[in-house]
Nanobody, 122 residues
């Protein structure tokens, strides 16, 4: 079973940048599309970005388009999320997860990692 460790979050000012990492173990990520999700306090988890198995295609939630970039390094079994021009509404716990594909947010793994907290505030 795939397990994930998310890292790279922290406290940044509006307009700042962070680079999140998702390190996987238990299987090779090259078999899977990968998604980034986030969950703000009191709100449901929502899909943020997805990247296909070989990284040839990506998609993003409208609110982060032009600011977030997802990438992957299958040799390192790691997925990244580069975030720039961060806004207070980006504040959430960010998670990574395997997906059926990037056409929907259907997850394949029943378990989630601990996530990494991103806080955007002055």
């Amino acid at each position: 079973q795939l397990r994930f460790v998310e890292s790279g979050g922290g406290l940044v000012q509006p307009g700042g940048s962070l680079r999140l990492s998702c390190a996987a173990s238990g299987d090779d990520l090259r078999h899977y599309a990968m998604g980034w999700f986030r969950q703000a306090p009191g709100k449901a988890r929502e899909g943020v970005s997805c990247i296909t198995e070989s990284g040839e295609s990506t998609k993003y939630r409208d609110s982060v388009k032009g600011r977030f970039t997802v990438s992957r390094d299958n040799a390192k079994n790691t997925v990244y999320l580069q975030m720039i021009s961060l806004k207070p509404e980006d504040t959430a716990v960010y998670y990574c997860q395997v997906l059926l594909n990037c056409f929907a947010w259907t997850t394949l793994n029943p378990s989630w990692g601990q996530g990494t907290q991103v806080t955007v505030s002055s």
